[in-house]
């Protein structure tokens, strides 16, 4: 496991997603209320890209079918067994500059 930088904070739109593809991995990068989360970008139900969608009640929702996935756990709301993967996240301050948003993924 390592924590790799993202992008930074204010690379996320407000109430939105960003795309961001790392070392193999393809992820969806949202910000509500200061704290970031991390999923992976695809949607179970029928591969939606999870960073077009927006944020609603603590929910990333797919933009192709409005399947709603819960920031925290990426479970499906209404539905715990359907998840989308997610991953811890942390800010890196960063003096003088804007914050980084990082994700600890399972890479060597």
Not at 5 to 24: A, H, M, R, T
Not at 88 to 106: S, T
């Amino acid at each position: 496991m390592a924590w790799v930088s993202l992008c930074e904070i204010g690379e996320v739109p407000v109430d939105g997603g960003k795309y961001v593809e790392i070392d193999g991995f393809q992820l969806a990068v949202f910000v509500k209320d200061g704290k970031p989360f991390v999923m992976d970008n695809y949607c179970p139900h029928a591969g939606g890209n999870m960073s077009a969608g927006f944020v609603d009640e603590g929910c990333a929702v797919c933009p192709w079918h409005g399947w709603a996935f819960h920031l925290e756990n990426g479970e499906l709301r209404n539905s715990p067994m359907v998840k989308i993967p997610t991953y811890p996240v942390r800010l890196f301050p960063r003096e003088g500059k804007v914050d980084l948003i990082q994700a600890e993924l399972p890479i060597a």
